[in-house]
């Protein structure tokens, strides 16, 4: 249908990005699979999160917001699609959301971005060019294909920069040596996609990472992070698939090697025990979170902001424009570690220690845990895994069926029963009685 409102108006709309190469990818597996070769099912199995579309070919200068306009006609023949512009980029997303088969598709259509032609485009060469030039601005060969859509050479895959065979050869190449510099999230990127996919980062574009990161692009990231918070939203987003992705471990590792975990602040680097920090806290997280109420990529994120001074890991989280919660966290960090250290040991009965815990949510607790010495973070344990699920025995319904009046002396009551419940004084539920009555 977006072709064909594109048709009509004598433009021309392509397929580009991360659906492209998933598209190949897949055929790639299909073709594989039967010589018993799996090497591309990972990104196969990835297929089609996002379809990103974008509009060219066109000659008038109200063509300029044509991926507006086409959007806008696409919401019109489709009434259930919920449509979202931004102007500023010439940009519209579209969602499916009311189509059970399509489960909620995103649908971005773009304007290629390029100069104008004050004449008409029908010349293919300017075609190819504008929308090459659109490609180019990509970050790698495999993410910089085009599948024109529109009648009448639809189906044509443009490949300017060889990403086809990077693709069969498993190679994450930028298009450009300036690439990182430009955008240094693109570090990030390109580990992601590798570790993601199964590829090599191929060694020139692994000599450009190195020579961004020795010119000091991060600190360009740091400096620069108010003035051009696009640059912010990026690098938070590409933190947060990877320490969300099941793949966390090996990426991290390989931005290490890389020398690249200073993009997120000059000081930070991926010491033996930040490395035992992190595994902690993602253990810990997966035993205890089972009903997924936590961002584990955010906590994971907040264990290494945790390595720098206090000054400049709330600076870093305010930045990445991280949660409210978040930034409180790395805010009060020290005291609240020098609270635990100092009462936990003070604590003798186990009712004492869930009334010094009972305030701190989960991921305040994980984090603290590895900070503090063992003993501590034993006593942080044995909270978690023996103290923070007791169920009470009793509750205010029981209290009115023994015979008491409901008011506010219930709360102290059933607090007190918690407290010897959690001792080991009362067992169940007679005993629980036996020590209202009493
Ligand atoms: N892109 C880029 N530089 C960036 C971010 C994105 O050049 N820093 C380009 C890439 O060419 C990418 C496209 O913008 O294909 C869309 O970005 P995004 O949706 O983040 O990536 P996808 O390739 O679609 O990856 P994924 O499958 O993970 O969504």
Redesign the pocket.
Known sequence: AAAKQAEERGWQLYL????V??LFLSDLAAATTDEGDDRFEEGAN?FM??I?LVVDGFHRAADHAAGVELARALQQQYPSVRLQIHGRFQTSALTWHNDPTLNSLWIDIATARTEFYPYPAANPEVEASSIRQDLY????TI??MAIRLTAPRSGEVLDFFGGLLDLQEQHVRVLHANSFIE?P??IY?AV?FAVRLGFEIDPQTEGYIRHAIASGVYHRIQTEMAKFPALQT?LK?ELR?ILEAPYWTRAIQRLSDLGAICCIHSDLQLTDRLWWQLRLVDRWLRQFDTDHQVEHWLTLLEVLLAELEKSDRVKVAENLQLPADSIDRLQNLDEMQQYLQSHLPKCDRPSQLYQALIPYDLPTLVLLAVLVPRSIRRQIWQYLTRLAPVKPLLNGNDLKALGYKPGRQFKPMLEALLAVTLDGEVRDRTEAEQFIRD
């Open positions: 580009v990005g991360g659906a190469r998933d990835l999160a996002d990103d601005r990509r970050d790698f993410n910089a955008d999230t693109r990127r992601r990026r987003q698939y």
